[in-house]
């Protein structure tokens, strides 16, 4: 069964230009996580979606940060503009609601530099 | 507020040694879940292990080994005989009572080398 796949694996851009990364879920998982990680403040969710709703955005940085499920089989994360500050690696997670046995498996990260 | 301390950010040992990995979590809630992840050099999350609040059974799985202990918040991770291929950063997560289908908080994650 294939992974949660992240889209680009890395991308590196210049500061205010428009950065999308991508995510599509595990088949069959309903929730989706989008994640960030840095060195100065480690891994940090960003925003979630149950079925497809946004659950909890309190971790979106600003208003340059935002997140969309248009379907159960995609997200995107855009950030415009971009700025060197979000320089990190971006990963996307998703789960399936199960009882006692569901858990999320993280993508490969998006390495994102903004020069 | 959930809060999750690995106080631990690096360790070296030599192959063959066990080492543990100390993980001591804070939460209000009193159904909660507590997860180990696996960051290798590679970059890539992997999920290692899962423990609801209500099953407090040490689990060993090959040479891994985990101790959870409500008394004082902590969920261990024991690597025995530890091979090159450990050398990762590890990290301990807490989540609330939907487990692994709402926000994971992390620990800052534990680096560990293991040398030849």
């Known amino acids: 069964d294939a992974g949660v796949i992240q889209s680009p694996r890395h991308e590196v851009t210049e500061m205010g230009q428009e950065v999308t990364l991508r995510c599509k879920p595990i088949s069959g998982h309903n929730s989706l996580f989008w994640y960030r990680q840095t060195m100065m403040r480690g891994l940090e969710l960003l925003i979630y979606f149950n079925n497809n709703v946004p659950i909890d955005d309190s971790g979106m940085p600003e208003d340059r940060f935002s997140a969309k499920m248009p379907n159960a089989s995609f997200s995107t994360l855009k950030i415009q503009p971009s700025e060197p500050r979000d320089s990190a690696v971006y990963f996307c997670a998703s789960s399936r609601y199960s009882g006692d046995t569901d858990t999320q498996y993280f993508g490969p990260g998006t390495r994102l530099t903004v020069l | 507020a959930q809060k999750v301390t690995q106080a631990q950010t690096e360790i070296s040992v030599v192959e063959k040694e066990d080492v543990t990995l100390d993980c001591v979590y804070e939460?209000?809630?009193?159904?909660?879940?507590l997860f180990w992840y696996k960051q290798p050099p590679s970059g890539e999350l992997v999920f290692l292990i899962r423990?609801?609040?209500?099953?407090?059974q040490n689990e060993i799985s090959g040479r891994y080994s985990w101790n959870f202990q409500k008394s004082t918040s902590s969920f261990n991770f024991t690597i025995t005989a530890s091979q090159v291929v450990d050398s990762a950063v590890y990290f301990c997560a807490l989540s609330g009572d939907q487990g692994g289908s709402e926000k994971l908080v992390f620990g800052k994650g534990m680096k560990l080398t293991v040398n030849p």
């Open positions: 939460t209000r809630d009193t159904t909660y879940y």
């Open positions: 423990r609801n609040s209500f099953d407090e």
